[in-house]
Antibody
Framework: QVQLQQWGAGLLKPSETLSLTCTIYGGSFSGYYWNWIRQPPGKGLEWIGKINHSGSTNYNPSLKSRVTISVDTSKNQFSLKLSSLTAADTAVYYC???????WGQGTLVTVSS | DIVMTQTPLSLSVTPGQPASISCKSSQSLLHSEGKTYLYWYLQKPGQPPQLLIYEVSNRFFGVPDRFSGSGSGTDFTLKISRVEAEDVGVYYCMQSTQLPKTFGQGTKLEIK
C-alpha cells in the first residue's frame, strides 16, 4: 500500500521560502501525477500544482510566479518550494497522489515575524 | 478558473436518515475525451481528505455503498442513504476537468 510521508520547516518569516518534501513508500512515480494542496486554518482546499515522473509540471496561476515543484525519482521524492511568503500562505500543506489516493499527513506551515 | 459551489454549507442529520449535498460548477465538467472529472472527498477532523467518489459516480475502494454520486454537466450530487456517526466531517467536491483543479467550499456534516 502506497504511503506518503512529508516533512519541512513549520515556522517561517515573511519573505522567506517554504520548502517541503514528500517521500513515496510502497510505490513508484510512474503513471501518476503528484500534487501539492494547501488548506489555511479553518478554510477550504486550494490546489497548488502537480508534477509527473518526468518532471512535467502544472501550477495554479494564482501562485505560479512563486511556486516550484520538482522531483527526484532516485529518492522517490517530490518537493515544493514557495517563495516570498506572507501571512496569507499560512496553511496545512498536503502532498497527494493523482486525484487523492493517498494523501500525506499534512504539514502546518506558519508564516509569522 | 472553474468555480465550484456547494450547498448546503452545513447539514445536521439524525443517524439513519439520508443526506444530500449539491455541487454546481460554473462550466461543464465534461472533458473533450468524454469523461467527467468530478470527485468527492470527506475530511474528518484532524485528518487529510479521503477520496469517496471519483468521476461522478464511482465509489473508491472501501467506501461503503451508502455513499453514491450522480450528476452531469454542471450539476452534481453526493447522497448518503443512511447517515452514520462516522460520516461526520467536511465534504468537498473537486473538479480536474480543467486546470487549475478547484474545490467547493465544503459542507460540514454533523450528527443530531
Amino acid at each position: 500500500q502506497v504511503q506518503l510521508q512529508q516533512w519541512g520547516a513549520g515556522l517561517l518569516k515573511p519573505s522567506e521560502t517554504l520548502s517541503l518534501t514528500c517521500t513515496i513508500y510502497g510505490g513508484s512515480f510512474s503513471g501518476y501525477y503528484w500534487n501539492w494542496i494547501r488548506q489555511p486554518p479553518g478554510k477550504g482546499l486550494e490546489w497548488i500544482g502537480k508534477i509527473n515522473h518526468s518532471g512535467s509540471t502544472n501550477y495554479n496561476p494564482s501562485l505560479k510566479s512563486r511556486v516550484t515543484i520538482s522531483v527526484d525519482t532516485s529518492k522517490n521524492q517530490f518537493s515544493l518550494k514557495l517563495s516570498s511568503l506572507t501571512a496569507a500562505d499560512t496553511a496545512v500543506y498536503y502532498c497527494a497522489r493523482g486525484v487523492g489516493d493517498p494523501w500525506g499527513q499534512g504539514t502546518l506551515v506558519t508564516v509569522s515575524s | 478558473d472553474i468555480v465550484m459551489t456547494q450547498t448546503p454549507l452545513s447539514l445536521s442529520v439524525t443517524p439513519g436518515q439520508p443526506a444530500s449535498i449539491s455541487c454546481k460548477s460554473s462550466q461543464s465538467l465534461l472533458h473533450s475525451e468524454g469523461k467527467t472529472y468530478l470527485y468527492w472527498y470527506l475530511q474528518k477532523p484532524g485528518q487529510p481528505p479521503q477520496l469517496l467518489i471519483y468521476e461522478v459516480s464511482n465509489r473508491f475502494f472501501g467506501v461503503p455503498d451508502r455513499f453514491s454520486g450522480s450528476g452531469s454537466g454542471t450539476d452534481f450530487t453526493l447522497k448518503i442513504s443512511r447517515v452514520e456517526a462516522e460520516d461526520v466531517g467536511v465534504y468537498y467536491c473537486m473538479q480536474s476537468t480543467q486546470l487549475p483543479k478547484t474545490f467547493g467550499q465544503g459542507t460540514k456534516l454533523e450528527i443530531k
